[in-house]
């Protein structure tokens, strides 16, 4: 069982940045490769990062891409999702996911944290 839990939430001006914390539970954090979703009010949940377990792999969603960087420290079970230059159409409640393999993917994701608010001002 792994257990997830999003910080670092918040509201900000366009053109600011934040950054998410994933805290996770469990001893197999190392072993499981990790993403970030995002879900706007009146829209489906889309893909926005992922990283594999070990080996440092990323992906990225084009919306994303160059402004948003993932990460992880697998020594004190957290990953993180760096947020520069927002616009207002990232706003979106976010939230980290765990999958059970080690490759990263954009889908097939178990373990789902609570979320967290993120509202970007123009």
């Known amino acids: 069982q792994v257990q997830l839990v999003e910080s670092g939430g918040g509201l900000v001006q366009a053109g600011g940045s934040l950054r998410l914390s994933c805290a996770a539970s469990g001893r197999t954090f190392s072993r499981f490769a990790m993403g970030w979703f995002r879900q706007a009010p009146g829209k489906e949940r889309e893909f926005v990062a992922t990283i594999s377990a070990t080996s440092g792999l990323t992906d990225y969603s084009d919306s994303v891409r160059g402004r948003f960087t993932v990460s992880r420290d697998n020594a004190k079970n957290v990953a993180s999702l760096q947020m520069n230059s927002l616009k207002p159409e990232d706003t979106a409640v976010y939230y980290c996911?765990?999958?059970?393999?080690?490759?990263?993917?954009?889908?097939?994701?178990?373990?789902w944290g609570q979320g967290t608010q993120v509202t970007v001002s123009s």
């Open positions: 996911a765990s999958r059970t393999s080690p490759i990263a993917a954009r889908s097939d994701y178990y373990y």
